[in-house]
């Protein structure tokens, strides 16, 4: 079955440090960009992070740079996010998604409406 499935979310007090999975099962991930996306209540989607495909360049949103940091294992098909100094506002259902797949080397984008693949998400919310 082909399919991209996130774990390791929760609830975690405001400090703290989570580290999200998005494993995929019958694809080899390590062909695609893939990027991480949350969505709080209320609000769109925004594109948390991203890693190229080609070079393994990654991209971070302003509001994530320097707390946040993805990774990919092709071993374990597998694309890790490691979430650090969480705040509130980092509160969300966390996605991964991956595009069409490109003949050419790209460069990943945190735009959603590049992404066709998606998992099924995993909540973090982040309280005292």
């Known amino acids: 079955q082909v399919q991209l499935v996130e774990s390791g979310g929760g609830l975690v007090q405001p400090g703290g440090s989570l580290r999200l999975s998005c494993a995929a099962s019958?694809?080899?991930?390590?062909?695609?960009?893939l990027g991480w996306f949350r969505q709080a209540p209320g609000k769109e989607r925004e594109g948390v992070s991203c890693?190229?495909?080609?070079?393994?360049?990654?991209d971070y949103a302003d509001s994530v740079k320097g707390r946040f940091t993805i990774t990919r294992d092709n071993d374990k098909n597998t694309v890790y996010l490691q979430l650090n100094n969480l705040t509130p506002g980092d509160t969300g259902v966390y996605y991964c998604?991956?595009?069409?797949?490109?003949?050419?080397?790209?460069?990943?984008?945190?735009?959603?409406?590049?992404?066709?693949?998606w998992g099924q998400g995993t909540q973090v919310t982040v309280s005292s």
């Open positions: 019958g694809f080899t991930l390590d062909n695609y960009d």
């Open positions: 998604a991956t595009p069409p797949l490109s003949l050419f080397p790209t460069t990943c984008s945190r735009s959603e409406h590049v992404y066709n693949f």
């Open positions: 890693i190229s495909a080609s070079d393994g360049r990654t």
